[in-house]
């Protein structure tokens, strides 16, 4: 079993559309989850940061966290072409172990 | 706050040569990592200091890859020698160690390997 899984994509969402971001874990311990997003030939960048089961909002995007499922994911409201990247799900497992998923490529359509 | 300053940004190589990537980590973090980003992949964690002394090195090939952490500040990885599947983008982050706390990333340096 991979350590952080996510669905490789491509995932495809028309502009303005609700885009659905799913990432699982294997460690049971993990105590923090990333969304970090990269754009094609640049280096990845953190959008998003949770620790605590539930919901946080930061502007268009959600990020839900269910440590009893070992599941994260990301939502991305009202998309934009711009937001047209691979999302990256990574997670530490403990003294800044960080592991990272394959990412999923997202693509807005205008 | 100045970022990750990674060099070179461009390495072509052939195969069974030696290179050298160099990292300076975001001052005062303690935790460097070096990732290995094959295209269309996620990053590979190669290996992970906590000031100088490594935590975990488990992924690293270490026939042909080592790293160092000098005064715990700047990194460099070597790769010797180089095979075709060596190239990728090599990531280096750094982290504030205190917690888990999230890792910010230099701009990478792309490798090719002919």
């Known amino acids: 079993q991979k350590e952080v899984e996510q669905n490789s994509g491509p995932l495809s969402v028309p502009e303005g559309a609700i885009a659905s971001l799913n990432c699982t874990y294997s460690?049971?311990?993990?105590?923090?989850f990333f969304w970090y997003r990269q754009y094609s030939g640049k280096s990845p960048e953190l959008i998003m940061s949770i620790y605590s089961n539930g919901d946080k909002e930061d502007g268009r995007f959600t990020a839900q966290l269910n440590k009893a499922s070992q599941y994260v994911s990301l939502l991305i409201r009202d998309s934009q072409p711009s937001d047209s990247a691979t999302y990256l799900c990574?997670?530490?497992?403990?003294?800044?172990?960080?592991?990272f998923g394959a990412g999923t490529r997202l693509t807005v359509k205008p | 706050e100045a970022g990750v300053a990674q060099s070179p940004r461009y390495k072509i190589i052939e195969k069974r040569q030696s290179v050298a990537f160099w990292c300076n980590p975001i001052?005062?973090?303690?935790?460097l990592y070096w990732y290995q980003q094959i295209l269309g992949q996620g990053p590979k964690l190669l290996i992970q200091?906590?000031?100088?002394?490594?935590?975990?090195d488990s992924q690293l090939p270490k026939d042909r890859f080592s790293a160092e952490r000098l005064k715990g500040v700047d990194s460099t990885l070597k790769i010797q020698p180089a095979k075709l599947e060596d190239s990728a983008v090599y990531l280096c982050?750094?982290?504030?160690?205190?917690?888990?706390?999230?890792?910010?990333f230099g701009q990478g340096t792309r490798l090719t390997v002919v």
């Open positions: 200091f906590q000031n100088n002394g490594v935590v975990d």
């Open positions: 001052s005062g973090h303690a935790t």
């Open positions: 982050a750094s982290s504030f160690s205190g917690g888990d706390t999230e890792a910010f």
């Open positions: 460690d049971r311990g993990s105590q923090s």
């Open positions: 990574a997670v530490n497992r403990g003294n800044n172990d960080m592991r």
